[in-house]
């Protein structure tokens, strides 16, 4: 499977944008899936989580009620909604497959990572 992250951009602080993972091949609702981010200068961290259905979901403690993970798995697209923007969100944002072993919010449980999109908060 190949991924492609987009939707980044620059925003000020409070606004909001939306990106978007699109993946290649037939079995994208058999993934589960992740966004993760990464900061200049820091490790690749965990974002979101959401299961093949979409039914379940988990976020790390610092986006939790601000961002929404989301999937169409007709349209083989994963979804990032980004609410209320701060200056720490700035980084390449990610998508990846979740390998089905592992702690789901660490970044070794997950590949095909695939090119990132900028996202850039100003204060």
């Known amino acids: 499977v190949q991924l492609q992250a987009s939707g980044g951009g620059l925003v000020q602080a409070g606004g909001s944008l939306r990106l978007s993972c699109a993946a290649s091949?037939?079995?994208?609702?058999?993934?589960?899936m992740g966004w993760f981010r990464q900061a200049p200068g820091k490790e690749r961290e965990f974002v979101a989580y959401i299961s093949r259905e979409g039914g379940n979901t988990a976020y790390a403690d610092s986006v939790e009620g601000r961002f929404t993970i989301s999937r169409d798995n007709g349209k083989h697209a994963m979804y990032l909604q980004m609410n209320d923007l701060k200056p720490e969100d700035t980084a390449v944002y990610y998508c990846?497959?979740?390998?089905?072993?592992?702690?789901?919010?660490?970044?070794?449980?997950?590949?095909?990572w695939g090119q990132g999109t900028q996202v850039t908060v100003s204060s």
């Open positions: 091949g037939r079995t994208f609702s058999t993934y589960r």
């Open positions: 990846g497959v979740y390998k089905d072993t592992g702690v789901y919010s660490y970044r070794g449980s997950y590949d095909f």
